[in-house]
């Protein structure tokens, strides 16, 4: 046990994580969020000086993926920050306790700090044949997601079943997503299979920064991380723009990198930044590993997003009378109507906000400059504010309309 007087960076020196490091945290936290680098002192200073939140994690019906995506950190450094932040009340796969003890320790810290804790719900909630799929301690999971999240400062529904029910929707146990389950529950949605856990930790550094969620588009998703089509983002652009396409899979123009959208990529359909954020601590993502995307963090991507190996259709310009040549063209023209220059300039700073925990200089990123002037949470006492400006607010619109072509009409060749 680490002294209570003891500060967050010097419980993480003591556990071998530098200042350096704890700072290069917090700089990359600030370019996730889409903040200036001056940013990472004010985040250094609040999670030094707040107070710990406790956190209440609870799985359903799930594969544990988002867990291992938020435990699994490659640098052991940052998954300690992120341990030593907040207080794990509760979570099934790090837990010492089990059984009637462990329950019973969910249900008293509900009871304790309703309100005040912030929970995190992984998996979808079976809600068919009353409820009889998962029962956890004699409780369906329905039970306990209400109670859990009903009582909960915020919920963060983490990965794609937590969301809108994912693939476990489309089986026979009736998998919702939280949402569905506890309506009135105040739930950021942290779409993925899984969610990339850099984007669920930059919302909780927020949370404890400025006292409020960020700024969320229609589907409760934290705009920072979901606002932008990957396909303005990815490096194969330039290849699309120039009608260069993989034709089979590991043919000449896969192993030349060129652009992915014949073999089903869902890129221009899709938000997220992974290409920004990326995965495994920002070593890689699926288009630059030489996947397609199949646009796991969007709306039932399951079944809106089938099959996925084929081409979107719809997409201007790119039919049976459009060479590959010319499609360039047309989307650039397509694309440029709907999107102005947004797009180039987000990809332009993709580029720059591209971040690595410990590798060169901390980055920085442009971006929008939320309000910073939300109470700085006491962590029992947090009641964040939801008017803010660049903080949550629940069915704001979404800045981005429907990407070229949409995914609605006959398929292309
Ligand atoms: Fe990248 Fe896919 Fe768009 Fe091609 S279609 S540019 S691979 S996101
Ligand atoms: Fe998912 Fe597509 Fe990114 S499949 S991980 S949204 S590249």
């Not at 799930?62 to 998954?79: F, K, M, T, W």
């Not at 993989?246 to 192993?255: C, I, S, T």
């Not at 190996?309 to 694309?335: C, M």
Request: glycine letters at 12%; a negative charge.
């Amino acid at each position: 046990m680490f002294p209570s007087d003891q500060t967050l960076p010097e419980r993480l020196e003591q556990r071998g994580v530098s200042r350096r490091a704890f700072l290069n945290f917090c700089g990359v936290m600030a370019a996730t969020l889409a903040l200036p680098a001056s940013y990472r002192t004010q985040i250094a200073e609040a999670l030094t000086s707040v107070r710990r939140p406790v956190l209440i994690w609870r799985q359903f019906q799930d594969c544990a993926g988002n867990s291992e995506s938020i435990l699994r950190s490659p640098h052991p450094d940052v998954a300690e920050i992120v341990l030593e932040t907040l207080a794990w009340n509760y979570h099934e796969l790090i837990m010492a306790g089990s059984g009637e003890q462990a329950e019973a320790m969910s249900t008293q810290a509900v009871r304790d700090l309703k309100g005040k804790y912030i929970a995190v719900i992984e998996g979808a909630i079976p809600s068919g044949d009353q409820a009889a799929y998962c029962t956890i301690g004699g409780r369906s999971a329905v039970d306990i997601a209400r109670e859990v999240a009903g009582n909960a400062a915020w919920t963060l529904a983490v990965g794609a079943c937590a969301w809108d029910g994912g693939i476990v929707q489309q089986g026979p146990t009736g998998g919702e997503g939280v949402q569905d389950v506890v309506p009135g529950a105040k739930v950021v949605n942290l779409g993925g299979c899984p969610h990339n856990s850099a984007n669920t930790v930059a919302v909780m550094v927020h949370y404890l920064t400025f006292g409020e969620m960020p700024a969320l588009d229609q589907y409760n998703r934290p705009l920072f991380a979901y606002g932008d089509l990957i396909h303005d983002q990815c490096e194969r652009r330039a290849y699309y723009d120039a009608g260069l396409f993989v034709e089979e899979w590991g043919d000449e123009g896969h192993r030349r990198g060129y652009c992915l959208y014949k073999m089903g990529c869902k890129g221009p359909s899709a938000t997220y930044n992974c290409p920004n954020v990326r995965w495994n601590d920002g070593t890689s993502w699926p288009v630059e590993a030489g996947h397609n995307c199949i646009a796991c963090a969007s709306p039932g991507f399951w079944a809106s997003m089938s099959p996925f190996y084929e081409r979107l259709p719809n997409v201007p310009g790119f039919g049976a009378d459009t060479t590959a040549s010319t499609v360039g063209i047309a989307v650039i023209a397509g694309t440029a109507a709907l999107m102005g220059a947004h797009a180039v300039g987000k990809a332009v700073q993709g580029g720059a906000a591209r971040a690595r925990f410990h590798d060169g200089p901390t980055p920085g990123a442009e971006g929008e400059v939320p309000s910073a002037s939300g109470p700085m949470p006491s962590a029992e006492e947090a009641t964040p504010s939801t008017s803010a400006p660049g903080s949550q607010s629940a069915g704001a619109p979404n800045p981005h309309p429907d990407p070229p072509g949409g995914n609605g009409g006959q398929d292309q060749d």
